[in-house]
């Protein structure tokens, strides 16, 4: 069945670095990778997509990368706040008809101040 | 100004209750989706609706039952809860099932003791 995989273990990083999480996929080939961001107590909020013939998005300080050769995405958020403390999830829509996504467990990222 | 809504927030109840969640959201949107969190963060569709058609029903034990009394509001009806549905749920809303970004509401937290 399809699958995606995150880093479970939380990544602590030091403020104003630049953070990098990882999505893998295996059984499909997606045309699309979402990330999304998840607050403690909130529902997830949509960030970025990327398409499979687009190697690399950029919005302010995130970048999202897709390689279909590895069937991965990273996700890159460069100059770090402790603001950006959250899990991030990654995503992918396996119908169009029904909508239907897939997402991974998340990474929690920490930033320290 | 809240795009998707739901209520409760918080349940708390007893094995074999019969409890409701209710979702609502004013986006416009046609579809509406019903996901489950577990205690390890995994987010899993349950069901969607289109229009207040049923489109997805994922393997769910026959006492969820979903219900579209119109297409701005998807309510979720559990019978004999179980441990098990000790979780988070959260509702969802996308213009359409082609659409690529999904707004998630705050999520109802059930625990059932």
């Known amino acids: 069945s399809q699958k995606i995989e995150q880093n479970s273990e939380a990544l602590n990083i030091q403020e104003g670095k630049t953070a990098t999480l990882t999505c893998n996929y295996t059984?499909?080939?997606?045309?699309?990778l979402q990330w999304y961001r998840q607050d403690p107590g909130r529902g997830p909020v949509f960030l970025l997509l990327i398409r499979e013939n687009e190697k690399e998005k950029r919005k302010e300080r995130l970048k999202v990368t897709f390689d279909t050769t590895l069937k991965q995405s990273l996700f890159h958020i460069t100059a770090s706040q402790p603001a950006d403390s959250a899990t991030y999830l990654c995503a992918y829509r396996i119908s169009s008809n029904t909508g239907k996504l897939i997402f991974g467990q998340g990474t929690t990222l920490q930033v320290k101040p | 100004d809240t795009a998707v809504s739901q209520t409760p927030k918080y349940l708390v109840t007893q094995m074999g209750n019969d409890k409701s969640i209710k979702c609502e959201q004013n986006l416009g949107h046609d579809t509406m989706y019903w996901y489950k969190q577990d205690s390890k963060k995994f987010l899993k569709i349950m069901f969607s609706?289109?229009?207040?058609?049923?489109?997805i029903n994922e393997t769910v034990p026959n006492r969820f039952s979903p219900k579209s009394p119109d297409k701005a509001h998807l309510n979720l009806h559990i019978n004999s809860l179980e441990l098990g549905d000790s979780a988070v749920y959260f509702c969802?809303?996308?213009?359409?099932?082609?659409?690529?970004?999904?707004?998630f509401g705050p999520g109802t937290r059930l625990t059932v003791l």
């Open positions: 969802a809303s996308s213009q359409t099932t082609g659409s690529n970004e999904q707004f």
């Open positions: 609706y289109n229009n207040k058609e049923l489109i």
């Open positions: 059984n499909y080939s997606p045309a699309y």
